[in-house]
């Protein structure tokens, strides 16, 4: 069971990125899938999360209006589309799955995929 991120770099304030994060080793369409982030010195925090169906999604206040989280069920993928970059949202980006309802809280997330990095210059 694997969750492998993609789609991280570098980008100018006000630019957009697309992050993917490919499953493998089972089918995740029964899974809540989730983005978590951690910048340097500071802890994981929840960035955005889309249940099974993905009929509820959820975003952290800071990323509301900016970021959008996908899901192909198809795919066994879930994309966050994150568009006006600041600085602020300068961290490495975590895929996360777990079975069950949306939870904010890193620690009900039970697989995790690598993290890729997105730097956001001034």
């Known amino acids: 069971v694997q969750l492998q991120a993609s789609g991280g770099g570098l980008v100018q304030a006000g630019g957009s990125l697309r992050l993917s994060c490919a499953a493998s080793?089972?089918?995740?369409?029964?899974?809540?899938m989730a983005w978590f982030r951690q910048a340097p010195g500071r802890e994981r925090e929840f960035v955005a999360a889309?249940?099974?169906?993905?009929?509820?999604?959820y975003y952290a206040d800071s990323v509301k209006g900016r970021f959008t989280i996908s899901k192909d069920n198809t795919k066994n993928t879930v994309y966050l589309q994150m568009n006006n970059l600041s600085p602020e949202d300068t961290a490495v980006y975590y895929c996360?799955?777990?079975?069950?309802?949306?939870?904010?809280?890193?620690?009900?997330?039970?697989?995790w995929g690598q993290g890729t990095l997105v730097t956001v210059s001034s």
């Open positions: 889309i249940g099974w169906r993905s009929d509820l999604i």
């Open positions: 080793g089972r089918t995740f369409s029964r899974d809540t």
């Open positions: 996360a799955a777990r079975i069950g309802s949306i939870q904010q809280g890193s620690r009900y997330y039970n697989t």
